[in-house]
Every structure is written in structure tokens, then in C-alpha cells.
């Protein structure tokens, strides 16, 4: 009698069937390349292997060329697989089949690879009674499968605030913000009212450049890969802002970019100047700092820096000018490079500030999709814009304020703006002898402030002639007969003279001079003042006087003597005026 298997063709065998020998994947991949055909240049290279978690594999990429798949896998069984019967001549078990199966749909469905790996095994039955081979029995194992999604998403992050995003900002909602365009402060910029439908965000960069002005002097990030700041959040729902403060003063822009898991992206921009170091600087000192001496008045020209009275006659140092009667006086003012934010002014900070220049293009035209990095919502608003802030040397504005009493204090109110210009013409009544004093504030983007006056004199009647003596056949040099004529000359209105010369302490060896000088200053501005002291026998002694002093000691005197003094006025050598005054000391007796 025969003994045959009595068992199916096909069938599991206890043995194999438990967990312990199932087939196990050691690894699979997908790689998807873009290979430029002409050089073989690889423009776009992904490489994913099989998912760990349930996450698909996103990308922003859609044009592929080259697929390649690889799947290691092993089966290692932990006991015999089947019995040793002597009607079975051969056997085997292990992995029997592997593929790969590929869903790929354009519409926004799942894009998925799965991975197959089947076990199975044999056996060839032989027939004992005739020593011949009776049948191949084939056994089915178990399948392990592991599967890559991808999915593409080709539309970058949007905020609430454009227009075409479907949706609208609550209130402080912005693509980023600082809380000043101008500051002294560390910057911490802020952001907010992004999103991404599909892949969904993925992080936030934001970087922070200097702006150097190009050979027009139009602000750009000369360096568009160095920035000065870097600070990456993948926490997108919950950021933590970040603060920095510049490595220098400047002008600066700062980027965010939003990043979705596709890796497509979209970046804003804010223009923030930080300046915690410049300061306004007058260029020539005005009255406010010293009153110029005759020299000054022959070295003025107007532009050099000053702050002039350029309808007043220049030879007065642009102190005195003349109108006509009961009619109001046309004053223009000039301050042509008197005040300068030198940072500012240098810097260009304050001009127009180009587009953020666009990087990775080369890669775009090479065929990699949204790899570009522009600014697409770009700084319109706030203080600081791409439009040149107008200034004039670094410099937003300029106000005006007019004083008609000696009152030499910087003026707290009345302040009026005037245009953004280096002159400035107004007219007032000023009746003869009278004067203006001329403020002139300037201001600079960061609040700072520098102050600075001038003043105009009026003289609208001739001096006073008397005294008139003319000399004939004076000998002047080579010439005999010449004729010279001599006067005293006076000036209400515009005399440097002092007056009411008078003793104001009496000591048996010395007295205090005291004198009062106008109003209004000399149309010669600063003159020489030389006190002499005849001391008697022929003997004098000479004290130097400030021409805005009004008194003097003089000492070393002896008590109870009468001393005759000359306050002699002169410039440049020539005498203008000789005032006498006799006084006496007191008795030491007293």
C-alpha cells in the first residue's frame, strides 16, 4: 500500500506561522531626481525612506525624472520548519515575493508608495514505494508591508492681510512688526496671522540686514547672505520673539520668512533705523557760541557753515541792514550746511531703500521650482518706508523763533516750522535802532535737537557829522600840497561807544570803573577797549579791556589823589573813540 501525504497542495504550516517568523524589512526608499538630460547636472535631489509615523512626505517639487526604489528585507526562522519525513526529498522557506506598488493621483488624494515582502516556502514529496518524485507542495507565508506618502503642495504660506488669503486680520495681526521705526532700544520684532492650508507651517526665520547705500545712494542689502541676526522658531504655535540689539548704528531691515512643509515660502520685511550714538553738530558757531571779531567778519561767505543775515550788509558780519520808513523789513536768513547729522548725512540713512534683491534665481531658471528668495510683502507703512524720508544733511526739520529783547536764553515756546530748506524769508516792522534775534532749532528722525541764533540790527538814519576841520598843504610823502579833512562821527542807532563812565567802589588804593555799553552791538562787532591811567611825571599804565565787559579794578594807587583815565575804543589799530574821566582816591585815613 501506498503512503502518501494526505495533506492539501497548498497550505500554512503550524510552524512557520507564529510571529516570530514573519518576514522583516530591514529598510526602503524612494529617491525622486531631476537630471538636467543635456549634462546630466542633478537640479533636484529627494531622498524618503519609509514612514516611521503616519506623516506623509511633503514636497514643492514637481518635476521628477528619475525614480529609484530599494527594499532590503530577511527572514530568519527561530525553529525547524518542517519535520524530517523520509517522503519529503527537499524543502525550503523564506522570502518569496517583493514589490512595490505606486498610487499617484493629480488631484489632492493620497500619493503613496507601498512595500511588499512576502514569505513562503516548499516541498517536494517523494513517492517511497517507487523511489519516484510525486508532487511540489507549496506553502503561503505572511505579507509585511511599509508604505512612503508624499504629498505636493505648490502654494507658499499666506497672512491674513493679503488679499487673495480668504481671510481677515484681528486686530495687531501683521507679517511682522517692531514697535519702533526709529529706536535706541534693542529691536524685538513680532509677527503674526500666518498660515498654510496644506502641508501646513513648518517654521519661522527671520534675519536682519545692514543697508549700505549703491553707487546712487539708494539703500540696499549689499550682502543679501550675511545677515547681522538669525532666529529660527519651529514652534509655530507658539513663538517666542526674539530681541537683538544691531552690532551698529544704521539702517536696517529686518525679514521674516514663513516656511511651509513643502518647503515653499513667503518673506516680509520692516525697515528699522537703530541709532544709539549720532548726534546733530553745528558746522560753524553761531552767536550762541561766540560773537565774531573783525577777522571772522572778513573770512564770512556765505555757505561756509554760518548762520546768516544775508539781507544785512555783509560787512557788518550780516548784523545790520537798513528799510525804509514805517514798512515792514524783508529779513532772509541762511544756514546753508550749519546743522549735520553726520551718521545720517553719510550713511544715506534716510534715502530711498530699493527691493530686497532676489536670491537663488539661478536655481529657478535651472528648474528648481519656488526655490527663489524674495520680499513679497514688502515695508509700506510706519514711519519708515522704501520712500526717502526728506531731510536736508540728515536732517527732518527745521523751526524758527523770533526775540526782540536782549533775552539771550533759548526760547521755550513759540516755535514755528518752516519749510525743509537752508533759507527762510520773513518781514517785520522794526523801527530804527531796534533788533531781532533769530533761533533756529533743527531736529533730527531720532528727536535729537541743536540750537543756534543770529540777530539783525537796524539803522535807517546817516550818522552825525561835527568837528569838521580841513587841513591844506599837509605833506604826505612825496606830496606837498595835500589837503586833509577831519570830523567826529556818531551813531545812535549803531554806535559801540560806552557810556556813563562812573566809579562804583572807592578804596584808598584803588577804585572799581564801572560804564554801561548799548544796546545794541557796534556795526563793527567786537572792538579793542583800552583803559589808560596817567599816573602822573609822564607815566601811564595801559589795561586791556573785553569789549562786553563793563568794569575794571584798578589798584596800586595812592589814597587821596586825583588820576585822570581814558577809555580809548579802537579797531584794527585805529582809534574810534577817547572817553576821559578824572577820579579820586579814598583817604587812608577812613
Not at 505579507?143 to 488669503?165: G, L, M, R, W
Not at 577777522?295 to 560787512?315: C, H, N, P, R, T
Request: aromatic fraction near 10%; glycine fraction near 4%.
Amino acid at each position: 500500500m501506498n503512503k502518501l501525504p494526505l495533506r492539501p497542495k497548498n497550505f500554512h504550516v503550524a510552524a512557520v506561522t507564529n510571529g516570530t517568523n514573519m518576514p522583516k524589512l530591514l529598510s526602503c526608499d524612494v529617491t525622486l531626481k531631476d537630471d538636467r538630460r543635456t549634462d546630466l547636472k542633478n537640479l533636484f535631489y529627494m531622498n524618503a525612506p519609509c514612514a516611521t509615523t503616519n506623516a506623509p512626505i511633503w514636497s514643492n517639487q514637481e518635476n521628477f525624472n528619475y525614480f529609484n526604489f530599494k527594499l532590503q528585507a530577511i527572514f530568519e526562522p527561530t525553529e525547524t520548519t518542517f519535520p524530517l519525513e523520509n517522503y519529503v526529498s527537499k524543502s525550503g522557506f523564506g522570502i518569496v515575493d517583493s514589490n512595490a506598488h505606486i498610487i499617484h493621483s493629480k488631484e489632492n488624494k493620497d500619493q503613496s508608495v507601498t512595500f511588499n515582502v512576502k514569505s513562503g516556502g516548499f516541498r517536494y514529496l517523494h513517492n517511497i514505494n517507487t523511489n519516484r518524485f510525486y508532487r511540489t507542495d507549496v506553502y503561503n507565508g505572511h505579507t509585511v508591508s511599509e508604505t512612503v506618502e508624499f504629498k505636493f503642495d505648490f502654494v507658499a504660506p499666506k497672512h491674513c492681510s493679503e488679499q487673495d488669503s480668504g481671510r481677515t486680520c484681528i486686530p495687531g495681526e501683521e507679517p511682522i512688526t517692531v514697535d519702533e521705526d526709529f529706536t535706541k532700544n534693542p529691536i524685538t520684532p513680532k509677527w503674526s496671522g500666518w498660515f498654510d492650508d496644506l502641508s501646513g507651517l513648518f517654521e519661522y526665520r527671520l534675519e536682519a540686514y545692514l543697508l549700505e547705500p549703491n553707487i546712487h545712494d539708494e539703500l540696499i542689502e549689499l550682502n543679501p547672505l550675511s545677515p547681522v541676526f538669525t532666529y529660527t522658531e519651529n514652534n509655530t504655535n507658539n513663538v517666542e520673539f526674539p530681541t537683538f540689539t544691531p552690532p551698529r548704528s544704521g539702517m536696517f531691515s529686518v525679514l521674516l520668512t514663513a516656511t511651509d512643509t513643502s518647503n515653499n515660502s513667503k518673506t516680509s520685511r520692516r525697515l528699522v533705523l537703530f541709532d544709539d550714538s549720532s548726534e546733530i553738530t553745528i558746522t560753524k558757531p553761531g552767536l550762541l557760541t561766540k560773537l565774531p571779531d573783525a577777522e571772522d567778519v572778513e573770512q564770512i561767505v556765505v555757505g561756509d557753515g554760518g548762520l546768516y543775515i544775508v539781507s544785512a550788509v555783509k560787512e557788518t558780519g550780516f548784523m545790520w541792514q537798513t528799510s525804509e520808513t514805517d514798512s515792514k523789513s524783508r529779513i532772509e536768513i541762511n544756514w546753508e550746511n550749519h546743522f549735520i547729522n553726520k551718521l545720517h548725512n553719510d550713511g544715506k540713512l534716510l534715502n530711498k531703500v530699493l527691493p530686497f534683491p532676489t536670491q537663488f534665481q539661478d536655481f529657478e531658471d535651472d528648474g528648481v521650482l519656488r526655490s527663489t528668495k524674495y520680499v513679497a510683502i514688502d515695508d509700506n507703512e510706519g514711519d519708515r518706508t522704501l520712500k526717502a524720508i526728506p531731510n536736508k544733511h540728515g536732517l527732518v526739520k527745521f523751526e524758527l523763533n523770533r526775540v526782540f529783547t536782549n533775552d539771550r536764553q533759548i526760547p521755550v515756546s513759540k516755535w514755528e516750522q518752516i519749510p525743509l530748506e537752508e533759507s527762510y524769508v520773513f518781514w517785520e516792522q522794526l523801527d530804527d535802532g531796534n533788533h531781532v534775534r533769530v533761533w533756529l532749532r533743527a531736529t533730527d528722525v531720532m528727536n535729537n535737537t541743536a540750537v543756534d541764533y543770529t540777530e539783525v540790527h537796524f539803522d535807517n538814519t546817516p550818522p552825525r557829522i561835527s568837528d569838521e576841520l580841513l587841513e591844506e598843504n599837509v605833506q604826505m610823502g612825496t606830496y606837498t600840497f595835500t589837503s586833509r579833512v577831519t570830523f567826529q562821527a556818531s551813531d545812535d542807532a549803531s554806535d559801540f561807544e560806552p557810556t556813563n563812565i562812573r566809579i562804583e567802589e572807592r578804596l584808598s588804593s584803588g577804585v572799581r570803573l564801572t560804564w554801561d555799553i548799548p544796546e545794541t552791538p557796534s556795526c563793527y562787532w567786537r572792538v579793542d577797549i583800552t583803559l589808560v591811567v596817567f599816573l602822573g611825571n609822564g607815566q601811564t599804565r595801559e589795561i586791556q579791556v573785553n569789549s562786553e565787559q563793563t568794569s575794571v579794578d584798578i589798584v596800586g594807587l595812592d589814597p587821596d589823589k586825583e588820576y585822570s583815565v581814558s577809555l580809548n575804543v579802537g579797531l584794527e589799530g585805529t582809534e574810534l573813540a577817547s572817553l576821559p574821566y578824572i577820579f579820586q582816591t579814598g583817604n587812608n585815613a577812613r
